[in-house]
């Protein structure tokens, strides 16, 4: 089963930046979209920032401007977040969607913003 590997995650300073990566451990085809996810403690996942096959970008309002999701070719999905505030404390999560609509996920990596 081929799993997706997150690195990145770390604690930051308000006002600071991150990048985290996601890559899958094996070849995954007919990938539609990728994104990032993120669940603070008490509240639901909630989406981030996604990016299909065709490089269209979609961001939650709260992170608009302040981070930017790409992709290479080798199928490694990247966030960068900049202007990092408390808020966006979190365990982020990568996700790769197919065609078929299968889902898979990352175990999560754990992003701290101290004020």
């Known amino acids: 089963q081929v799993q997706l590997v997150e690195s990145g995650g770390g604690l930051v300073q308000a006002g600071g930046s991150l990048r985290l990566s996601c890559a899958p451990s094996?070849?995954?085809?007919?990938?539609?979209?990728m994104g990032w996810y993120r669940q603070a403690p008490g509240k639901q996942r909630e989406l981030v920032a996604t990016?299909?096959?065709?490089?269209?970008t979609n961001y939650a309002d709260s992170v608009k401007d302040r981070f930017t999701i790409s992709r290479d070719n080798k199928n490694t999905v990247y966030l960068q977040m900049n202007s990092l505030k408390p808020e966006d404390t979190a365990v982020y999560y990568c996700?790769?969607?197919?065609?078929?609509?299968?889902?898979?996920w990352g175990q999560g990596t754990q992003v701290t913003v101290s004020s």
């Open positions: 094996g070849y995954i085809f007919n990938v539609e979209a």
């Open positions: 990016i299909t096959s065709r490089d269209s």
């Open positions: 996700n790769f969607r197919t065609w078929l609509r299968y889902d898979y």
